[in-house]
């Protein structure tokens, strides 16, 4: 069965800093990886996925993401953290294979906190 | 913009009076999926149509229906909604490309339902 983990409930990071939410993963076979962003009663916003390819994965609003296979993590980073980037990080993972049926699986989320 | 379109944002509804939600998407997508999600909790997938194919997750309740007319909407029912159903109800598509496994989904804004 696949599964998708995010260590950490809430993350604080001061504005300015580098920041990095953590999510690790277990698929059998090759995953797609992917992150979402959630703000207060909106729904979730694609950030960026790693189907294959170059391991680091640039998406948007200067967010990025590091494929380890070796450690099955796929850890979400930003250079320079921002206040607008307070909000709820889902990291979701889903199997490469040929079956239609195969669902996306998320993590319970990790709320960002960013300290002006 | 293309885009995934719920309504309304917000529903208040009666113990065990029926509900509908609506969806609708004007980005040609093949696949549409219908999640709860409760206090920030990660979405929960109910069901999705491939197509007119209609695929049910098994733990999804008998009390949530869905009805998806054409390619563009897509529709929840609640037959009786009970104090449990309160939560975030949230539509994404995805292209639905053969198997689509590296399909990004696109969610709408969703639908907040209160149960009275």
């Known amino acids: 069965a696949q599964s998708v983990a995010q260590p950490e409930d809430q993350v604080n990071v001061a504005e300015g800093n580098p920041l990095t939410v953590k999510c690790t993963y277990s698929?059998?076979?090759?995953?797609?990886l992917f992150w979402y962003v959630q703000y207060p009663n909106r729904g979730l916003q694609f950030l960026l996925k790693?189907?294959?390819?170059?391991?680091l994965v640039k998406g948007s609003y200067g967010f990025e993401a590091e494929f380890n296979k070796s450690q099955t993590s796929f850890h979400l980073k930003k250079p320079s953290a921002l206040v607008s980037d307070s909000a709820l990080y889902f990291c979701?993972?889903?199997?490469?294979?040929?079956?239609?049926?195969?669902?996306?699986?998320f993590g319970k989320g990790t709320r960002l906190h960013i300290l002006p | 913009d293309a885009m995934v379109i719920q309504n309304p944002r917000y529903q208040v509804t009666q113990f065990g009076k029926p509900v509908t939600l609506s969806c609708s998407q004007t980005?040609?997508?093949?696949?549409m999926y219908w999640y709860q999600q409760k206090s920030s909790q990660a979405p929960k997938l109910l069901f999705h149509?491939?197509?007119?194919?209609f695929n049910n997750e098994a733990d999804t309740p008998d009390n949530f229906q869905s009805r998806r007319p054409n390619t563009s909407f897509c529709f929840l029912d609640i037959r009786s909604p009970g104090l449990g159903d309160a939560a975030m109800y949230l539509c994404?598509?995805?292209?639905?490309?053969?198997w689509g496994q590296g399909d990004t989904q696109y969610f709408g804004p969703g639908t907040r339902l209160t149960v009275l």
């Open positions: 979701a993972v889903r199997r490469a294979v040929m079956n239609r049926d195969d669902k996306i699986i």
């Open positions: 698929v059998s076979g090759n995953p797609y």
């Open positions: 790693y189907i294959t390819g170059d391991n």
């Open positions: 149509y491939y197509d007119k194919d």
């Open positions: 994404a598509t995805s292209r639905g490309s053969r």
């Open positions: 980005l040609n997508h093949n696949v």
